[in-house]
């Protein structure tokens, strides 16, 4: 889904010297290298919140972080015995009330369960929020010139008769 939202927003609004930077984030993982950027790095971003009900995340509600794994380590004691799904969303709203609290607009989105309909209704929300946003920037969001260029070098490096790309 991350990966699509990029290229839709991206390919979209990315014209004219306009549009946002599409970034994708997966918590926790990506929390140290672009949450610091977003905590702390230049005051151009918007961060968006994507939040699918309890059925995602069933192993992360059953699976419970092992004693034995953490050994004698006293400083990591309050981890023992809890739900890898409660230390997420604990994280998710830590990052959250963190970069608000920078300044950081912060958008948050639900999703009651992850099935066809739920994934459809999401992906027609970003394609309508994606098209408003290109044309409230001038620019269309409908067409990919800056893609065509470099189609058209790469067309000519392979040796492709013409470059003309359709």
């Known amino acids: 889904m991350t990966e699509w939202w990029k290229q839709l927003f991206g390919e979209s ?19 140290h290298s672009i949450g610091q950027y977003l905590q702390e790095g230049p005051s151009t971003m918007i961060e968006t919140f994507l939040n699918v009900g ?22 990591m004691r309050f981890l023992f015995n809890r739900y ?9 709203q830590a ?4 970069h608000a609290h920078r300044g950081v607009p912060c958008l948050e989105l639900n999703l009651s369960k992850l099935d066809e309909y739920h994934l459809g209704y999401l992906m027609a929300f970003f ?11 001038e620019v269309n969001p409908f067409d990919q010139p800056g893609v065509e260029v470099y ?14 790309v359709g």
């Open 54 to 75: 309890p059925t995602a995340a069933l192993v992360e509600k059953r699976v419970k972080v092992p004693v034995d794994e953490l050994g004698d380590n006293k400083a």
């Open 127 to 137: 394609q309508t929020a994606c098209a408003v946003s290109g044309l409230l920037l």
């Open 151 to 164: 189609k058209k070098e790469l067309y000519k490096l392979l040796g492709r008769e013409g470059t003309h």
């Open 95 to 98: 990052s959250q009330k963190a």
């Open 84 to 92: 890898l799904g409660e230390l997420d969303e604990a994280a998710w």
């Open 13 to 31: 609004e990315g014209k004219d010297g306009k549009g946002l930077m599409p970034m994708g984030m997966s918590y926790t993982t990506d929390l």
